[in-house]
């Protein structure tokens, strides 16, 4: 193969990558606020970018002042060849030993039976601080947007009570837009939990950390650009020899220009859009908004198999 890749991801504007929607910063002054209410914090990340993902403002303002478990979710479509360098990495530099790997679309999935036990067990080994009277118990779950907190509260609580969905869940971050009022996912003991926004840190260390985020859909696409965000998953898929998109985007070879790729994909679907030009006749362009938009969903679904965007980190 003669292609030659980039080394780096170059993004020209940084002004681009704009995360921070103010309600952002409502939803974690809210959790703050709600924090000396609750026994237990379930903090919910990605699994494709268990050290990128987290939001290092949650570490100072709330994980650290109650028990804490760290949920890795979405794990039908992250690599788990490299569980154990995670952990490792984990336990050592977040000092967080309680990490429970989830798949909230799959009901049976064991690692959302295992998280209520484990937050109860710690709660009980926990001095509960100004709550020792209180005989209810409750957790606040919190993460960044769109990983799959609504859908935890929901599997949790279908797992115990045999209920339907309590907790609005979608596909594009920013379903949960302030902290929500108590859903009870068990009887006996009495256990409530609040669902939260999810909350981006204002300040990002560097740009891949905010594209892998994007990629992840854990902000809306148009706030950093879908092509912007495609073209950091080809960077990624040839820095990490996965040449599966060939197929799919209809290349003849790898690639490193997402502006062909995503034109030929859209030739080949006679995928276009249509405007006039200035004597008034229509012209056609390939629509590659539109193909990197289905890029990226191809992505997300796991068309491309399972994946660590964070591999470089470990
Ligand atoms: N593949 C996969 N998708 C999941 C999983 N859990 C949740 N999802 C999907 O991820 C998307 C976001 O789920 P939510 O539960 O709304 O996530 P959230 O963290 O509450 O989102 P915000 O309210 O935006 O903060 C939805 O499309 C879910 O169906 C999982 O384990 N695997």
Redesign the pocket.
């Known amino acids: 193969m003669t292609t030659k890749f980039r080394e780096s991801f170059k993004i020209v504007d940084k002004a681009l990558l704009r995360w921070f929607p103010g309600h952002m910063g409502k939803g974690m002054k809210q959790m703050q606020q709600k924090l000396k209410s609750v026994d237990c914090i379930i903090e919910?990340h990605d699994a494709r970018i268990p050290i990128s993902g987290r939001n290092p403002d949650f570490k100072y303002s709330i994980s650290g002042l109650r028990p804490h478990i760290l949920v890795l979710?979405?794990?039908?479509?992250a690599d788990l060849s490299y569980k154990q360098r995670i952990e490792d990495k984990i336990k050592v530099n977040q000092n967080i030993s309680n990490i429970i790997y989830?798949?909230?679309?799959?009901s049976l999935?064991p690692g959302v039976k295992q998280v209520m036990p484990t937050a109860l067990n710690l709660i009980k080994n926990s001095n509960r601080f100004n709550r020792s009277e209180n005989c209810d118990y409750r957790i606040m779950?919190i993460?960044?947007?769109?990983?799959?907190?609504?859908?935890?509260?929901?599997?949790i609580r279908s797992n115990i009570l045999g209920r339907k969905k309590a907790?609005?869940?979608?596909?594009?971050?920013?379903?949960?837009?302030a902290v929500q009022h108590q859903i009870k996912i068990s009887h006996n003991p009495l256990v409530y939990v609040l669902?939260?926004?999810?909350v981006l840190s204002p300040t990002i260390i560097n740009v891949e950390t905010g594209l892998k985020l994007a990629v992840c859909?854990?902000l809306q696409d148009h706030l950093v650009g879908e092509e912007i965000i495609a073209d950091y998953l080809l960077y990624w898929f040839n820095k990490n020899k996965n040449f599966d998109y060939v197929t799919y985007l209809n290349c003849d070879e790898p690639t490193d220009d997402i502006r062909i790729a995503l034109a030929k994909a859209a030739i080949y679907r006679q995928s276009s859009i249509k405007y006039r030009d200035l004597s008034g006749s229509y012209i056609y362009r390939p629509d590659l908004q539109g193909m990197a938009r289905n890029f990226l969903n191809a992505y997300?679904?796991?068309v491309f198999g399972k994946t660590l965007l964070d591999n470089d980190l470990l």
């Open positions: 919910v979710n979405k794990m039908d479509l989830t798949n909230c679309k799959d999935c779950v993460g960044v947007p769109n990983v799959g907190k609504s859908s935890l509260i929901n599997a907790a609005p869940v979608g596909g594009v971050a920013g379903i949960t837009r669902d939260t926004p999810g859909a854990t997300r679904t796991g």
